[in-house]
């Protein structure tokens, strides 16, 4: 098997007083997309945030690409390649769309270009101007996708990505994701719409409880949908 | 030749006088809009270190022989360098807790550094001259301007200026602003916000001790300088809306001009009507002029 490129072992984080990973464990192998799957308040955004390095109190191991990065602030941890998109999409109204999508510095070589860029969001090229909150629901999706590609970083945390969209912008959503991952991002991804998880990713983890508790690769999906289906408890 | 019930030369002169105040005003208050949006303190500080940066200009001539235009740049330097240690030392250990405690604490640096100059140079003020290039004025026929205050006006536009600039139209201000609305992801995306939060301060304050070398010429060099302005300009910026660059300028400006007419008609009422003002946009519009209501 290939190193992973991400390796989270026993992370544990709170928030306040309020123990909310129990030591989750899992790895993202290179050029895949993986997805961590689970019930509302499960821990699959702490996870996130936890590696990101958002959540001040954590502990456990979090490796990319053998740096060990539980002890670096966020920047430090952004600037090791790895870009979010967090859950409630962070657009900021205080900057246009073109400010929006230029934000975050360049950190490595090799990211999209904005020609590129605007190539996979044609939307994004015709709002530049307008209050990056004015954009839709949808919009403010793809923006909050867009502007992490530009930056160099090859491993994206996108954080339910179709949360509360219209089915049509969920398959373009699916369509983008799967299209980066040929162009060999490698993706963790949050989901709750498990139809859409099962559809564009490689490898499959349980959130429960703030644990990982189970681990299915694409193969095994069909033969484990009940299981699956129990866990999310839809 | 009346105007408004007034002469004009009466009227003109208040109106000058206004517009050099709000001149001051707008620069201070700026310094403490920029200070506001990233670091969530309302900065006691910042009158102080305007008399700083009045004395380091001071100073520099006194001591070194260094004159007015270095002293533009030298000062707000000296003092901005000082404002980043205060940040990196004294208010990042206690960021994150409620920022009463960060007030609190810029309230006791303005004690401890105008106690310390009173100290040392007493209440009574140093004379600072105008600058040889500077000297006269102009005959407008209505009234004389002195070519210093017209100096300082022209001055306080291009900085007020210039500092909209940074904020509102390049990509270091669009970070800045992001970092206002949400600095935990400005940071997930790889910027060192609490760097950011240093500069600043540092700028601010540089604003401020910026604002205290064009006051040094007129008013005299005093330690209490800073507190007989500063509690106006708080009044001004939240006026103009708390953390609004814009608004902190434009009300920096319309008020100093509002105290300067005020003058001319009922002048027994020109030293409160900025507080009648902010009663009455605070009860007609609470997050200011300029402000996003929440
Ligand atoms: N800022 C916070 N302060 C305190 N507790 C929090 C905070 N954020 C989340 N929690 C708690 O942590 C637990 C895990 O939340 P988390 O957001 O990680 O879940 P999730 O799996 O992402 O859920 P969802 O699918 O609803 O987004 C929940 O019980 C939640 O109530
Ligand atoms: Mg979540």
Same mark, same amino acid.
């Given at each position: @098997?290939?190193?992973?490129?991400? $390796? ?23 050029? !895949?997309?993986? $997805? ?10 702490? $996870?996130?945030?936890?590696? @990101? ?11 990319? !690409? ?35 999508? !230029? ?8 990211? @999209?270009?904005?020609?590129?860029? *605007? ?15 004015? &954009?839709?629901?949808?919009? !403010?999706? @793809? ?6 590609? +530009? ?27 799967? +299209? ?10 949050? #989901? ?7 559809? $564009? ?6 959130? #429960? ?21 129990? *866990? &999310?408890?839809? | %030749? ?28 700026? /310094? ?18 305007? %008399? ?12 070194? /022989? ?13 003092? /901005?360098?000082?404002? %980043? ?55 407008? /026929? ?33 970070? %800045? ?118």
């Amino acid at each position: @098997m290939t190193e992973p490129v991400l $390796t989270v072992e026993g992370l544990e984080a709170w928030y306040g007083e309020s123990h909310i990973l129990h030591g989750v464990s899992f790895e993202v192998p290179p050029g !895949q997309i993986v $997805t961590l799957l689970g019930r509302n308040g499960a821990g699959k955004t702490t $996870t996130l945030r936890s590696i @990101m390095g958002l959540v001040k109190k954590r502990k456990g191991s979090v490796r990319h !690409q053998g740096e060990e990065l539980i002890a670096l602030p966020a920047n430090r941890i952004a600037r090791s390649g790895i870009a979010y998109c967090p859950e409630e999409r962070g657009i900021f109204s205080s900057l246009n769309v073109k400010e929006n999508l !230029q934000l975050p510095p360049t950190i490595a070589d090799g990211g @999209m270009s904005l020609d590129r860029v *605007y190539e996979l969001f044609p939307i994004l090229k015709t709002r530049g101007a307008s209050q990056g909150t004015k &954009l839709s629901g949808g919009e !403010q999706q @793809m923006l909050a996708i867009a502007r992490i590609l +530009r930056t160099g970083a090859r491993i994206l945390l996108l954080d339910e990505p179709t949360e509360g969209l219209a089915p049509v912008i969920v398959q373009q959503i699916g369509t983008i994701i799967t +299209r980066l991952k040929e162009e060999g991002f490698t993706i963790l991804l949050v #989901e709750q719409n498990f139809r859409f998880a099962e559809k $564009t990713g490689d490898l499959h983890y349980v959130v #429960e409880h703030g644990e990982v508790v189970d681990r299915f690769e694409r193969a095994q999906v069909a033969g484990n949908r009940d299981k699956i289906t129990r *866990y &999310l408890g839809v | %030749m009346d105007f408004l019930g007034v002469p004009f030369p009466v009227f003109a002169g208040q109106l000058l006088i206004g517009l050099i105040n709000g001149a001051f005003y707008a620069v201070l208050s700026l /310094g403490l809009a920029l200070i506001f949006g990233l670091l969530n303190i309302v900065n006691f500080a910042h009158g102080a270190l305007y %008399m700083v940066g009045a004395f380091v200009a001071f100073l520099l001539l006194d001591v070194l /022989g260094i004159g007015y235009w270095p002293a533009l740049v030298l000062s707000p330097i000296i003092v /901005g360098v000082f404002g %980043m240690a205060i940040e990196r030392f004294l208010l990042r250990p206690i960021a994150d807790l409620d920022h009463l405690y960060g007030l609190l604490l810029t309230f006791g640096l303005a004690l401890l550094i105008e106690g310390l100059f009173r100290q040392v140079y007493g209440v009574s003020g140093e004379t600072y001259a105008i600058p040889a290039a500077l000297q006269g004025g102009f005959n407008l /026929g209505f009234m004389f301007l002195p070519t210093y205050r017209a100096w300082v006006i022209v001055a306080a536009v291009v900085v007020c200026g210039a500092t909209w600039f940074l904020i509102e139209q390049t990509r270091l201000g669009a970070t %800045m602003r992001a970092a206002v609305e949400n600095a935990d992801l400005v940071r997930a995306f790889g910027v060192n916000v609490p760097l950011l939060v240093t500069l600043t301060y540092g700028l601010g304050v540089a604003l401020a001790a910026f604002a205290g070398v064009l006051a040094a010429p007129i008013y005299s060099v005093n330690p209490l300088m800073g507190s007989n302005i500063i509690i106006v300009v708080f009044a001004i910026v939240v006026i103009g809306g708390l953390g609004s660059i814009k608004g902190a300028i434009l009300s920096g400006f319309l008020l100093g001009i509002a105290e300067g007419v005020t003058r001319v008609y009922y002048p027994e009422a020109s030293n409160i009507i900025i507080f009648v003002v902010m009663a009455v946009v605070l009860i007609v519009r609470p997050a200011g002029l300029f402000g996003k209501t929440a």
